[in-house]
Structures are given as C-alpha cells and as structure tokens.
C-alpha cells in the first residue's frame, strides 16, 4: 500500500532474480501525480519549488470546491492514500482517461479493502466515503468525475512542462543502465535507496516487502510532486511500484527563454508569435487579450490555428478555457532562439 518512507523507522528489503531484474521498468503516470499535487494545493504550506504553480492553481480548486469533494476526503493532508487511485500503469505512459477508466474498474471488494485502511489511518470515514464504502461500483464514476475535474484544472495545463521533466529523467537512467548495468539505477535514484547483493534497501519503511508476496519486476515512476520521501504500492500481481522524486524539479517551474519568438513572427505571424510569448503560463482568452491588446476575437482566431497546428493545447476550467503551449511550442521556441 502507498506509503511515504520519510521519518519511518526500519529497513524494507526487495529480492530480485534474474527474472525480476529483467521485468524492471518505467512509466509516467498521470495518476501518480494527482494525489501528492492536490495534498499539496490542500496544504498550508509553503513549497520553494512549487509555489508558482500553487498560487496559479489553488484559486481554481477553490472554485470549482473541489477542496470540499470526493478528493478531500480521500487524500488527507499526510499518510496512507487508497491504492485504487493508483493503478499499477498497463504501458510506459498511458493516458489520463486510461488510468481513470482503470480506476472505475476497481473490484468493489478491494475499493472496501482500502477504504477500511484509510479509515484505520484516520480515525473514520467521512459521509462520502461511507458511501462509496456501501456501493463502490455505483460511487467510482463520480470519484473519477472529480478526477477529470481536477486534472484539466490543475495539471493537464502543465503537463506538457512536466512530462518533459519526467521523459529527461528517465532517459537519464536509461543511459546509466545501458553504460553500467540495471543494478546502477537506484545509485541516485533517492537517498533511502541502496541496491547490493541483488537486493534493494528501502531505510525508514515500516514495511517489509517479501518478493513472494509481491509482484515479479519492479515499476519505477518518476514525480513531481512525490517528495521528499518515496511512495511504494505493493498490491499482487502487479509488480511493486516505486514512486521517486524525478531529476530536474527545481527548474520545473523556471521562466524559458522566449527570444525565439522573435526568430518565429515571419513564420507565424507577429500576433500568433506574441501568444506563444505570454502562455509561459496557461491562460483563457479574456487573459491574453488584456495582456496582449489584441481583440479577444482576434486572439481566439490565432489561437485556433495554433491549436491546429498543434502548438497550444485547451483545457475546460470552468466556464472558461485555459491555453497551453505543448511540448511542439517549448521545442520550436527553443530552436528559435539560438
């Protein structure tokens, strides 16, 4: 089950043979990010890295309530999160709709398994959860209703930024497994993570983790937003998963160099160039047209042939429509500007 290794006494050991070691993988997983970025927006906190994000977000969450739904009560502000919102990934990055739809799938005996859990970690319930605790096939759709919600308002506006984050990471530990060898993988993988003798040391985790109890393999998923300590989800016969703090998070939220529009304005258009500039961060149309000057009939034009160019990307935030850029228009601007 998910559990954060930070602070936890012990040592958990996973065996691996030969076997193991070749079922080994990664994958990015939309999923794996909704838990720990929303008990983040949650928290009164502050985060050095993330608050950019936080302070663009939050006031979305706030008004849509989702501070006040389904996610609220499942994800409390520390501790044991449901397995069920974390499905083990079928492929190296299946889409959002897929994990939701692996969501809703979830045997109604093992929804009431971790709900039993959580409510052991929290004392009770609340009057939602009992709910889905009493009809788990008939509530899901609404948990992945929220789901959906939450996403297109708090990362699918991010998630071209943030893949490329996850991607870099892991062809970083693809190249160190093919010059050293798959044992290399967990050198800098974390701190409270050590690989000897075919086995992998988990420091500060209450719980062992007895290959013959597990999965075979081991899924490793790079995060954003899991941190600092690790998160772990053991539930055969899926492989364990390995949540981990992906490389390059500090520069996750960082100004880019936007020099390229320039280069880019014969091509495209002064006007379409300009609002590849100012969707740095996502924003509707009613935005850009007070920042730009442009009409607002004017900057829905251009944006629906950067749309259709694939260059920006369009997410539902309540009644209005958030813009992108997408990884094509980080690409192009980049190129652009050297």
């Known amino acids: 089950m998910p559990e954060s290794i930070e602070g936890v006494a012990g040592v958990a050991e996973l065996a691996f043979s030969a076997n193991d070691l070749a079922q080994v993988r990664f994958a990015v997983s939309p999923m794996w990010e909704v838990a720990p970025s929303f008990r983040l927006l949650t928290s009164s ?5 993330h608050r950019p994000w936080i302070a663009q977000v939050r006031p979305r969450v706030l008004a849509a309530g989702l501070n006040r739904g389904w996610l609220a009560e499942l994800i409390g502000s520390c501790g044991y999160v449901p397995d069920f919102l974390t499905p083990a990934p079928a492929g190296p990055a299946p889409t959002p709709a897929a994990e939701r739809d692996a969501i809703s799938a979830t045997p109604a005996d093992r929804v009431r398994q971790d709900l039993d859990h959580l409510a052991r970690h929290q004392g009770h319930l609340g009057p939602r959860l009992s709910t889905l605790h009493a009809d788990p096939s008939a509530r899901l759709a609404k948990v992945t209703q929220e789901i959906e919600t939450y996403w297109e308002l708090a990362l699918a506006p991010y998630w071209a930024r943030i893949r490329a984050v996850l991607d870099a990471d892991i062809l970083h530990r693809a190249r160190t497994a093919a010059e050293h060898g798959t044992g290399h993988l967990f050198d800098d993988l974390h701190t409270s993570v050590s690989w000897d003798d075919n086995t992998l040391r988990l420091v500060r985790r209450k719980r062992n983790i007895p290959r013959q109890s597990a999965g075979a393999g081991l899924l490793l998923i790079p995060s954003v937003f ?7 989800q053991v539930r055969p016969p899926d492989p364990p998963q390995l949540a981990y703090p992906a490389r390059g998070i500090g520069t996750l939220w960082e100004t880019r160099p936007t020099a390229g529009a320039c280069a880019l304005a014969p091509v495209l258009g002064r006007s379409r160039s300009l609002l590849l500039t100012e969707l740095e961060t ?3 149309t009613t935005e850009l047209a007070h920042r730009t000057g442009l009409s607002p009939a004017g900057v829905s034009q251009y944006l629906t042939a950067l749309r259709n160019a694939g260059l920006v990307s369009a997410h539902r935030s309540g ?10 228009a980080e690409t192009l601007l980049q190129a652009a500007s050297r």
Request: aromatic residues 4%; positive net charge; glycine residues 8%.
């Open 45 to 49: 906190t502050a985060h050095p890295v």
């Open 226 to 232: 899991t941190g600092p300590g690790l998160r772990t």
């Open 282 to 284: 996502p924003a509707s």
């Open 319 to 328: 009644r209005s429509v958030l813009y992108a850029r997408t990884t094509a």
